[in-house]
């Protein structure tokens, strides 16, 4: 019984060296096409830069005192907001169960 555990745990160290190595590529053409998709990218001439986007009511180029009266208040009003969900959140955890019948 021994000999059949060591036999088992030497094939499985042989065949995960053999996986890492990529000696078995050949053998699996399901993931050799998988690791061909993974590693072609579309050539692009030019890389363009992620679009940032804002929750704020102004722009992000208006740097006016007024736009940033209004990002300020529109700041405050989020934080009111998370302060109501924090009690809210409070409330739930102070639950008392009920009684159930059945």
Known sequence: MMK???GLV???IAGTGLW?????KPYLPGATA???QATTTPATTQQQAPQQTSDLPTSQSDDSDAA??????????Q????GSDQSNV???LN???TQQEF
């Open 4 to 6: 059949w555990l060591i």
């Open 10 to 12: 030497l094939l499985i």
């Open 20 to 24: 890492f190595s990529g000696l078995l």
């Open 34 to 36: 998988l690791i061909q």
């Open 68 to 77: 940033i009266a209004q990002d300020s208040a529109a700041v405050d009003a």
């Open 79 to 82: 934080m009111q907001g998370l």
């Open 90 to 92: 409070n409330s739930s």
């Open 95 to 97: 639950d008392q169960p």
